[in-house]
Nanobody, 119 residues
Framework: QVQLVESGGGLVQPGGSLRLSCAAS????????MGWYRQAPGKQRELVAH???????VYADSVKGRFTISRDNAKNTVYLQMNSLQPEDTAVYYC?????????????WGQGTQVTVSS
């Protein structure tokens, strides 16, 4: 188990940037896959990006070239740098930690942080 706390959400105009942070409370951070997911009103939760313990990354097609996920194992923190934000990026963004091979073994979520992109 690990406790995840997200921060950095807010209101931004189209074309703007935000950086989300997710801080983990446990020392197992370095061995889990960390991910960011988002859920817009009326839609299913979807993967935005994830990063493996070795630093490999996966991005949703909708955010490639605009978002960057990174992790700092020394600080037990994962980041999501979001550039060129558009209204369709508006959602609650959730931090996730899971076992790299068997998600059922370890899979936990943060409380979510609201990102609103509007003029």
């Amino acid at each position: 188990q690990v406790q995840l706390v997200e921060s950095g959400g807010g209101l931004v105009q189209p074309g703007g940037s935000l950086r989300l942070s997710c801080a983990a409370s446990r020392t197992i951070f370095s061995i889990v896959v960390m991910g960011w997911y988002r859920q817009a009103p009326g839609k299913q939760r979807e993967l935005v990006a994830h990063i493996t313990p070795s630093g490999n990354t996966v991005y949703a097609d909708s955010v490639k070239g605009r978002f960057t996920i990174s992790r700092d194992n020394a600080k037990n923190t994962v980041y999501l740098q979001m550039n060129s934000l558009q209204p369709e990026d508006t959602a609650v963004y959730y931090c996730n930690a899971r076992h790299p091979v068997v998600p059922e073994r370890y899979n936990t979520w943060g409380q979510g942080t609201q990102v609103t992109v509007s003029s």
